[in-house]
């Protein structure tokens, strides 16, 4: 995706100081913005069940103004080009296209301005090898990490509740698989804290039920996949909100994989890990200053070794 950041005004506390540096911190050694203004494009990388879901969200939300559909098997790739095609008449106008490439290093040569937003499991490494592969400046290269994990945090605690997921703010942070982190400190109701809220009214809760609740979200994915295989359209919806925040500039904070060094308490090595990041046209903006405490930090920490681990073995 070839992107530009706009230019805006900041707001100045009253002794001259920028706010948003107090809010948000910057990723260690980023790129400066992009004045480069061109149509938008996004490129999906493999026509598999998650691909064409990303595809088929994209398109029906008028994301952008040409699609890229890559794949080595050209019998797959072409039949998924032309049935998104004949849907012209149904669909916001896209231009529709399919092409057969080796992947990130020609993306970078070829795309140089882009930003890689990966999927593709393991993601948190992934992420770290597109990155190496790439060379890429870290804020354009981005990781889905645990954005979905997130949006099934919030809809557990709102079933749980009795009250919309869009009211409830909550995060879960570091691996997106079985080491992930849920921020249970910082979880909000209509801009109420639960748990401190519950504390100050002397209302019990069993820390047991919060933990079946992060159980079930990391159990979510496997659930579906028993079911049906396979899971695409809840990844589909949520790459969507990732490409409109950073193509439409919102500067929306999404949990999504950024370079953690410096984040924490995390200093030795490089390994990404998903923190709630600020999206624009310049891709990660700044990461949210989010306060953990020192279990939720330990438990990021923990994480990161984990991801660590296994980069150890690749020889990159």
């Given at each position: 995706?070839?992107?530009?950041?706009?230019?805006?005004?900041?707001?100045?506390?009253?002794?001259?100081?920028?706010?948003?540096?107090?809010?948000?911190?910057p990723?260690?050694?980023?790129a400066?913005?992009?004045?480069?203004?061109?149509?938008?494009?996004?490129?999906?990388?493999?026509?598999?069940?998650?691909?064409?879901?990303?595809?088929?969200?994209?398109?029906?939300?008028d994301?952008?103004?040409?699609?890229?559909?890559?794949?080595?098997?050209p019998?797959?790739?072409?039949?998924?080009?032309?049935?998104?095609?004949h849907?012209?008449?149904?669909?916001?106008?896209?231009k529709?296209q399919?092409?057969?490439?080796?992947?990130?290093?020609?993306?970078?040569k070829?795309?140089?301005?882009?930003?890689?937003?990966?999927?593709?499991?393991?993601?948190?490494?992934?992420?770290?090898?597109?990155?190496?592969?790439?060379?890429?400046?870290v804020?354009?290269?981005?990781?889905?990490?645990?954005?979905?994990?997130?949006?099934?945090?919030?809809?557990l605690?709102?079933?749980?509740?009795?009250?919309n997921?869009?009211?409830?703010?909550?995060?879960?942070?570091?691996?997106?698989?079985?080491?992930?982190?849920?921020?249970?400190?910082?979880?909000?109701?209509?801009?109420?804290?639960?748990?401190?809220?519950?504390?100050?009214?002397?209302?019990?809760?069993?820390?047991?039920?919060?933990?079946?609740?992060?159980?079930?979200?990391?159990?979510?994915?496997?659930?579906?996949?028993s079911?049906?295989?396979?899971?695409s359209?809840?990844?589909?919806?949520?790459?969507?909100?990732?490409?409109?925040?950073?193509?439409?500039?919102?500067?929306?904070?999404?949990?999504?994989?950024?370079?953690?060094?410096?984040?924490?308490?995390?200093?030795?090595?490089?390994?990404?890990?998903s923190?709630?990041?600020?999206?624009?046209?310049?891709?990660?903006?700044?990461?949210?200053?989010?306060?953990?405490?020192?279990?939720?930090?330990?438990?990021?920490?923990?994480?990161?070794?984990?991801?660590?681990e296994?980069?150890?073995?690749?020889?990159?």
């Amino acid at each position: 995706m070839a992107m530009h950041r706009s230019t805006s005004s900041s707001s100045l506390g009253p002794s001259g100081l920028d706010l948003t540096q107090a809010f948000l911190k910057p990723i260690f050694n980023a790129a400066p913005p992009s004045s480069i203004k061109r149509h938008t494009k996004i490129s999906v990388v493999g026509v598999g069940n998650v691909g064409m879901a990303i595809a088929q969200t994209i398109l029906t939300q008028d994301l952008a103004d040409e699609l890229a559909l890559i794949d080595t098997k050209p019998e797959k790739l072409r039949g998924e080009m032309l049935d998104l095609q004949h849907a012209a008449a149904f669909l916001p106008r896209t231009k529709i296209q399919a092409s057969l490439e080796n992947i990130v290093p020609p993306l970078a040569k070829y795309s140089p301005d882009c930003i890689i937003l990966v999927v593709s499991n393991p993601v948190d490494v992934l992420t770290y090898v597109e990155w190496k592969l790439s060379g890429f400046p870290v804020n354009r290269v981005i990781g889905s990490g645990t954005n979905l994990d997130t949006s099934r945090f919030r809809f557990l605690i709102a079933n749980h509740l009795d009250v919309n997921a869009q009211d409830v703010q909550a995060f879960i942070v570091g691996e997106h698989g079985d080491s992930s982190v849920a921020l249970w400190s910082s979880v909000s109701i209509g801009g109420v804290p639960v748990l401190s809220f519950l504390k100050r009214q002397k209302i019990a809760y069993e820390v047991e039920t919060l933990e079946n609740i992060h159980k079930e979200v990391v159990q979510s994915a496997y659930e579906v996949i028993s079911l049906k295989a396979h899971t695409s359209w809840a990844i589909g919806y949520s790459v969507a909100s990732l490409d409109r925040a950073i193509l439409r500039d919102q500067r929306r904070v999404h949990p999504v994989l950024v370079l953690a060094k410096g984040f924490h308490g995390i200093e030795d090595g490089e390994v990404f890990l998903s923190l709630p990041a600020q999206l624009g046209r310049n891709g990660v903006l700044g990461v949210t200053n989010m306060h953990l405490t020192n279990k939720e930090a330990g438990r990021l920490r923990e994480s990161a070794n984990t991801i660590l681990e296994v980069q150890g073995q690749l020889k990159i």
